[in-house]
């Protein structure tokens, strides 16, 4: 069904030179890929407090710190005073290096550039700097300049054990030499102050304009025998890197790469990844089992074009690229509505005869409850089903107390584990081991897969509005979608679905026609979900936020004694309509069996009269703020 | 009902191909609720349409990018989470078409926190509501050949149908 790809011709490789040229990869033809100009996209809302962590001048560790800016590392860096970043503190700490500016802005001097200095104490896990003295921050800070391209963007961290700086200084590094996290996170973190040759800066000034966006788009880590933890900083601090190699390192299963997954919303920039010469991988192809190695790549980075040197197949979008500081968005409102432009409203369906609907539905469903195996006649050998269970307590099923509803009492039997168990697709959970073998594809796999699953009772011949249909036609056929709920046994609990046909007509000498369908099912795909009350579609205005007047009834157990005893007073047939005036008008008892009594016990009168008069009603007439 | 009824499949699907439909169908859902979530969603949502796309909100129709906007011009901020989600590559089409299928949580305006002084905690208004949407992915024709190594197609969306259900 797919063609395989070619790879597109000329795919530019100034990245790759460089990483060549710095000797960091293998002379093969494929390689990191250039990356799409202008960049800089997403920086104001990938916007990071850039509170440059702790660095103790005088390594006392004292709890008052001098901490100092290293947003910039470059001379010419001027902060104008109206840009005052909110998080800067002005500092006059006794014993701090600080050098009145003329801006009033205080600076540290430091290798002959001033830096504003910053007052805080942040968290103790951010504090990447801390600990390390001046002179080491300045080697490690020669060495990330010394391996930075600003042509290429191009960060070449190639064996930095073998460095001659690391060599000269001595200083510990990540991976084989026995350094840790941290010791990465302050190689990251310098990197991410580097800049190319021209310095933007947003133009959103409500942001921190000082916030440089961050330049390095290739970063090579090969040979440094890093494990996953090293990378544990690589995203806080180089969020947005295109070309990524961790060539010949130690990183041994797929838990190593978690940092930098972007199915964590990590790294959510990266194109091209090489694993190749970790254990994770090469365990995988030397027992034959690559294919699966790229299949859980791909899995955790799903924004690869390009893994180990190969191109990665997939489909494109016009993909939206949420970020308001791109050259290229346009300015547009944003989404400030407070109400709803359109009611919840009835079934749609269109271009079809609604008969054709009904009929599939009125027979499929029932069939699907007592004679699944008859249903292999309604789908061709290319069909598709699969379902997916929704675990998920919905959120207004559960303030309605759904789950353990006195007029509900099979709900707490119901389990999960059948429906996990014979083959949940939903995909965003699976492994992907099962994605091909919970796809069922032609009828009798179909059966087979049926015939596994719990038996459902969907009770068309009950209460209508239970159900939801929509059904236009597409280019593959009629889709035909129903919400709705069913019975399952044996805990005869109730549970919500939603199911989406594709249909075609049924062809005159088929199987399905010899057994009286109209129709054949191409794609059969069913959501099973926890159990939610059909008024989700009833008809009607669509509310963002609640008011008060549809507050449910009030509790007759959340209220004060003397309420309660006001309300014993009243005949019991006529308590709801008071608990449900109390509900919707927060009067106590005692003031909405007047507002009843005035209005003939005709609730909507009575709330009406209630709404004219309430600015004079005094504050004992309500119920206190908390009580439901 | 569509005259031609689609050929059948005479290509069998092939692990590779629900590996790739899986993909689109992961990536598609991220880029959707993400434009959908944000501030720019006026300008980024549409571009995932074309002309011929039908759309369905809740029972109320619209058509192609046009549409998209006026049905999200004036809709509340919203919060999409994913829980679910499923995708078939479609028989008989080639490139297959893709029917995703998404079900998850939506918050609207301000949720709970936004309700009003007086609210009962037993008011579900506000609240997180379920939603169930279903998107036909289809290959753009149109589409200028695909530049980069390893993309096969551009695919937009020709149907989206959502409704509340919970």
Partial sequence: ???????????????????????????????????????????????????????????????????????????????????????????SLPGSQTVQHPTSFPYVELQGYRFPALVETPPASSRILAGKSTRTLEHWTEFVKKRYDPQTKCLNLDSIQDDEIIRKHGLQTPGKAGGTAREAGVIFKLASKLKPPVCLISLHVSFDPTIVFYKVETVSLANNGLIGQHLTYLDKYLPRIVNLSLQNNNLRGWKDLEFISGRRGKLLK?????????????????????????REALRRFLTLELLDQEPVTKIAFDVAQVDPTAPTAVAVPAPSATTFPFKMGPSFIDGVDPAVVSNFLSRFLPMFDTQRPQLADAYTPASTFSFSANTTIPSRARI???????????????????????????????????????????????????????????????????????????????????????IEAPSQGIRSFDRTFILAPAPEDSRARANGWDVVILSDQWTIRGFSKPDAWKTGPLLVQATIDTNPPVNPRHLPADQMALLNTVPEAQRPAVLELCGRSRLNVKYALDCLNGNAWDIERALANFNEVKATLPPDAFLRPMAS | ????????????????????????????????????DSTSRLSELPKLYRPSSALVWNG???????????????????????????????????????????????????????NPSGTSSKNKEGHPRVFSQTFMLVPDSEAPPPSKAGELAKYFVSADALRFVG
């Fill in chain 2, 60 to 114: 109320t129709p619209f058509q192609g990018p046009e549409g998209v906007v006026s049905m999200v011009q004036s809709m509340p901020p919203t919060k999409h989470e994913i829980q679910s989600f499923d995708c078939h590559p479609i028989p008989g089409t080639s490139p297959p078409s893709l029917l995703v299928i998404v079900s998850g949580s939506v918050t609207h305006g301000l949720g709970a926190a936004g």
């Fill in chain 1, 270 to 294: 990266l194109r091209e990844l090489v694993l190749m010469g970790n254990p994770v991988r090469e365990n995988e192809y030397q027992t034959g089992n690559g294919d699966r190695f790229k």
């Fill in chain 2, 1 to 36: 009902m569509s005259a031609n009824p689609p050929a059948p499949a005479t290509v069998p699907l092939t692990t590779a191909d629900i590996e790739i439909a899986t993909r689109a169908a992961d990536a598609f859902t991220r880029i959707y609720y993400a434009a959908y």
């Fill in chain 1, 1 to 91: 069904m797919f063609s395989s790809p070619t790879p597109a011709p000329g795919a530019r490789t100034i990245a790759a030179s460089a990483l060549r040229g710095a000797g960091l990869t293998a002379d093969r033809d494929t390689t990191m890929r250039d990356v799409e100009r202008p960049t800089g996209r997403k920086a104001a809302s990938k916007h990071r407090s850039h509170r440059v962590r702790v660095y103790d001048l005088n390594g006392t560790g004292s709890s008052s710190r001098m901490v100092i800016d290293l947003s910039s590392l470059s001379l010419d860096y001027l902060k104008p005073t109206a840009y005052e970043p909110h998080d800067v503190a002005r500092s």
């Fill in chain 1, 400 to 486: 309605e107390g759904l789950h353990h509803h006195p007029q509900l009492p099979n709900q707490p039997k119901l389990s999960w584990k059948p429906w996990i168990d014979g083959g949940s697709r939903n995909l965003q959970r699976l492994s992907n081991d099962k994605i091909a073998s919970a796809l069922h594809v032609g009828g009798p796999d179909i059966i087979q897969a049926f015939v596994n699953l719990p038996v459902t009772k969907h009770d068309l011949l009950g209460a209508p509005e239970n159900f939801s249909v929509d059904a236009f036609l597409t280019g593959p056929g009629l889709l035909v979608i129903v919400h709705g709920q069913f």
